[in-house]
């Protein structure tokens, strides 16, 4: 175990920062705050792709050195989160496909998804299903040779502006979750309708309603499944979401890290220059003591991260992307408002920045299992006890 990055690492982190500071934090300054368009994500992914962001990887099994993903990831979150997670559902979606979709199916969305042309988004939340997915409704019949998909998804991150959206539905109501069935939605074959739920933070990471009405969804497009129709087990639909939010938590533990670290690196400059009681802020002490708090637990939450990537990357997670998740999130939120204590009212004002972390750090609490379902899962391990159900 090594705490300092290796030259490897380093040399990745410094040709990031160049990159993203010329390139990407212009459009996070011009769009990172507005709502997002398919059209204007398109090239701005387009821009990623040479380092590595599109298609595959991130906590992924043998995705590579798990310490350069935290780092790209971070390095991204830090300058433009909202197109790190466009990027990353994205990614989420076409790996998906990939491990478990038909293999024509595959072939024709890959290349697609590798030049950023195609975006992904995963749809497993309901109106009446959110951190209990067991309750899902949204209903798959097969019929003539096809499927026909009924229901709605919402929140869905991505949705409004996805391509393909791989949708978790029932197929057996009889069966509860052991009749999930994940189908590969290629919007362009079968169309459906979305609307964007406009939100407080992340505004350029669309969040969405996706309504599905009589869809109808080809046969080779349900994913685990396609080998035989009949000799499917539709359950691992259901385990494999389970995993999946394991792989997203781990992620959106590092978004946040990232996220915290603006925050923090906007109030350290103002607090070195800033001057009131005849000297620099940052010579008063509790100015400091804010400073040492949010550089610390950045610092933790760091830590955490890079333990859950490599935990997945080794394919030994456990709860792992669950502990950094929960306390990653919270530190943002955290570390956030801190920094617009360090700058006073400059804090509150939009121009500088530091506002937006914090409405886009509260956003990241919720998803991929709540702060208290982490805490759940989290105990549940550790006593052997449920307090789920
Ligand atoms: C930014 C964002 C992006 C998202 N992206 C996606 C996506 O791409 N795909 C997708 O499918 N979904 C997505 N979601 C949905 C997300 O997964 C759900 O919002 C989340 O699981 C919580 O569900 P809920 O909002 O319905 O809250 P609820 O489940 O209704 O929970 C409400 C409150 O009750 C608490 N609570 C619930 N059950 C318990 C319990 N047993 N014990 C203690 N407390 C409990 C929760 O912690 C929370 O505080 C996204 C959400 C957000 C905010």
Redesign the pocket.
């Known amino acids: 175990m090594d705490f300092w990055l290796n030259d490897e690492q380093v040399m990745v982190q410094d040709n990031l920062r160049k990159f993203l500071d010329a390139e990407i934090r212009p459009l996070d300054d011009r769009w990172g705050d507005l709502e997002m368009t398919a059209d204007r994500a398109r090239p701005m992914l387009k821009m990623l792709i040479p380092w590595g962001y599109i298609g595959g990887g991130g906590t992924a099994p043998g995705g590579g050195d798990p310490v350069i993903r935290c780092i790209q990831d971070e390095e991204l979150a830090a300058v433009f989160p909202g197109l790190g997670g466009i990027a990353s559902?994205s990614s989420g979606a076409i790996s998906l496909i990939a491990a478990n979709g038909h293999p024509e199916v595959f072939e024709r969305l890959a290349g697609g998804f590798r030049s950023g042309d195609l975006i992904g988004?995963?749809?497993?939340?309901e109106p009446e299903?959110?951190?209990?997915?067991s309750g899902i409704r949204c209903r798959a019949v097969r019929k003539d040779g096809a499927w026909i998909l009924n229901g709605t998804?919402?929140?869905?991150?991505?949705?409004s502006i996805a391509d393909i959206a791989v949708v978790?539905a029932q197929t057996d109501p009889s069966a509860g979750p052991a009749g999930f069935r994940h189908f590969a939605v290629d919007r362009r074959e079968s169309p459906f309708q979305s609307r964007e739920i406009p939100?407080m933070g992340?505004r350029s990471?669309p969040?969405s309603e996706l309504f599905f009405d009589d869809v109808r969804v080809p046969e080779t497009n349900v994913l685990g499944g396609w080998r035989s129709a009949q000799s499917t087990s539709p359950e691992r639909a259901f385990a494999r979401t389970l995993q999946l939010f394991s792989h997203?938590r781990a992620w959106s533990a590092m978004l946040s890290v990232g996220i915290a670290r603006r925050a923090y690196e906007i109030a350290l400059k103002y607090v070195q220059v800033r001057r009131q009681f005849g000297k620099e802020i940052a010579r008063h002490q509790l100015v400091a003591a804010m400073v040492a708090e949010m550089a610390t637990e950045i610092d933790a939450a760091r830590l955490l991260c890079q333990r859950a990537y490599t935990a997945l990357g080794r394919g030994r997670a456990d709860i792992e992307p669950s502990m950094a998740k929960w306390y990653a999130t919270e530190t943002a939120v955290k570390v956030a408002s801190t920094a617009i204590q360090c700058m006073g009212a400059n804090g509150l004002a939009s121009e500088n920045r530091v506002e937006r972390c914090l409405r886009d750090a509260r956003?990241?609490t919720?998803?991929?299992?709540?702060?208290?379902?982490q805490k759940?899962i989290i105990g549940r391990a550790l006593t052997g006890m449920s307090?789920?159900?």
């Open positions: 559902i988004c995963v749809a497993t939340t299903a959110g951190s209990d997915p998804k919402t929140w869905i991150s991505n949705g978790l939100t992340l990471f969040t997203a956003m990241m919720i998803p991929d299992g709540t702060t208290q379902i759940l307090a789920i159900r």
